[in-house]
């Protein structure tokens, strides 16, 4: 029933943009916060922003602060993650993930999210 639908990827160049899209089916607008996160290939899966239930509080990884926002509208059940200066190693399978709106939430713990999509890929390559 609960379903997250990532969209956006694609190949840019470096310096590039993209902004990634995540609808939401299946899931209360406003009750559950998300992330983002990426992985590249032979690495661990790694943290790159997350947003409360909403919007007020967003939460990113040094490594892309200043480059990478993250948003929601939740009237559309939507999330988004807007890239901007794009670099190679940003290349990555990116995930959006929810979760509940009860208990302990670490942002940037895979754990702490009980759903996730099926990844977008962004390839940054001159």
């Known amino acids: 029933q609960v379903q997250l639908v990532e969209s956006g990827g694609g190949l840019v160049q470096p310096g590039g943009s993209l902004r990634l899209s995540c609808v939401a089916s299946?899931?209360?607008?406003?009750?559950?916060?998300m992330g983002w996160f990426r992985q590249a290939p032979g690495k661990e899966r790694e943290f790159v922003a997350a947003?409360?239930?909403?919007?007020?509080?967003?939460y990113y990884a040094d490594s892309v602060k200043g480059r990478l926002t993250i948003s929601r509208d939740n009237a559309k059940n939507t999330g988004y993650l807007q890239m901007i200066s794009l670099k190679p190693e940003d290349t990555a399978v990116y995930y959006c993930?929810?979760?509940?709106?009860?208990?302990?939430?670490?942002?940037?713990?895979?754990?702490?999210?009980?759903?996730w999509g099926q990844g977008t890929q962004v390839t940054v390559s001159s």
């Open positions: 299946g899931l209360t607008s406003g009750a559950y916060a």
């Open positions: 947003i409360n239930r909403i919007g007020s509080s967003t």
């Open positions: 993930a929810a979760a509940r709106g009860f208990g302990v939430w670490v942002y940037a713990q895979t754990n702490s999210y009980a759903y």
